[in-house]
């Protein structure tokens, strides 16, 4: 049965704890994000103008691609400028393309972001460049995620008593309260997800990095289901990249998987589903904040 898109984000498949609570941790929501975060999603550290977190978690955006205006070395420390408003998260990977330099040539790479401001990203270089970047360059940040949300609750402004809910509505909360959401991080963890944006995924690329996309809506609120995806296009060996590919749902190397006849069970069409374990997550990553 050839599958069908119909994302449902990254749902827990295996782990260090057990079924049905795995090794869910707490965090922490602001009153104040009005950004609704489903059952599945990938989430991130909430920062703030000088890209340090504020302690709360967001839901994860796609990376940032932004325009360099200038960059300025000095000592070994570089500061890249943008020409958009923007305050990267510090711990996240910068990666810089189409850089030139009148010393030292292209400053092109990925790079730790050590600081930042909403408008610039502090990093560290080896190796001796001219002081001034010459004509405009190309970036795109990464930033680590914290974990994958699977409920909160809070207390409700509407119903007057605290609510569990499989997902955050994005308001309903008095202010200076704080939404209690939990979320899975164990490193060892690993989720199913449907691929999307071309396919299918196939044998060869277990082993293989990818990033995520999201539905043409952002999550269900009729069930509280996100509409995450693993996306094809992203397939790679980037390290920068927030999943890694561990198997394929449903993939059988002797005769037709039991499984075939379910959606995102065909491993010879799009929209297959993956087994996947975290890459560049919170948890995992060696970055320096």
């Known amino acids: 049965?050839?599958?069908?898109?119909?994302?449902?984000?990254?749902?827990q498949w295996s782990g260090t704890g057990s079924a049905p609570t795995y090794e869910q941790t707490p965090a922490f929501i602001a009153y104040n994000n009005t950004t609704p975060v489903f059952f599945g999603d990938p989430v991130m550290q909430a920062t703030g103008?000088?890209?340090?977190?504020?302690?709360?978690?967001?839901?994860?955006?796609?990376?940032?691609?932004?325009?360099?205006?200038?960059?300025?070395?000095?000592?070994?420390?570089?500061?890249?400028?943008?020409?958009?408003?923007?305050?990267p998260?510090?711990?996240?990977?910068?990666?810089?393309?189409?850089?030139?330099?009148?010393?030292g040539g292209g400053l092109n790479g990925t790079f730790v972001i050590t600081a930042s401001t909403t408008t610039t990203a502090t990093f560290q270089v080896t190796g001796a460049y001219s002081s001034t970047l010459t004509g405009p360059a190309s970036a795109t940040v990464y930033a680590p995620v914290a974990g994958i949300f699977i409920g909160?609750?809070?207390?409700?402004?509407?119903?007057?008593?605290?609510?569990?809910?499989?997902?955050?509505?994005?308001s309903d909360v008095a202010s200076g309260n704080t939404v209690t959401a939990y979320v899975i991080n164990d490193p060892n963890a690993q989720f199913i997800v449907q691929s999307g944006n071309g396919g299918p995924v196939t044998f060869a690329s277990i082993g293989s990095n990818i990033g995520f996309g999201v539905g043409g809506t952002n999550g269900n609120t009729a069930n509280g289901i996100s509409t995450y995806y693993a996306d094809y296009a992203t397939i790679g060996t980037s390290a920068v990249l927030p999943f890694r590919i561990v198997n394929l749902a449903g993939y059988s190397p002797v005769g037709t998987s039991p499984w075939a006849g379910q959606n995102g069970?065909?491993?010879?069409?799009?929209?297959?589903?993956?087994?996947?374990?975290?890459?560049?997550?919170?948890?995992?990553?060696?970055?320096t904040i």
């Open 1 to 11: 049965m050839a599958n069908v898109s119909a994302p449902f984000g990254f749902r």
């Open 265 to 287: 069970y065909d491993t010879t069409t799009a929209y297959n589903s993956l087994i996947v374990a975290f890459n560049n997550a919170a948890t995992k990553s060696l970055a």
């Open 89 to 103: 998260p510090v711990g996240s990977f910068l990666v810089l393309t189409g850089t030139s330099f009148a010393t």
């Open 49 to 87: 103008t000088t890209g340090l977190g504020t302690g709360y978690i967001q839901q994860a955006i796609a990376p940032q691609s932004l325009t360099v205006s200038g960059i300025v070395v000095t000592n070994g420390v570089a500061v890249a400028t943008f020409s958009t408003t923007t305050a």
């Open 152 to 170: 909160c609750q809070y207390l409700s402004v509407s119903q007057k008593r605290t609510v569990w809910s499989n997902y955050w509505p994005g």
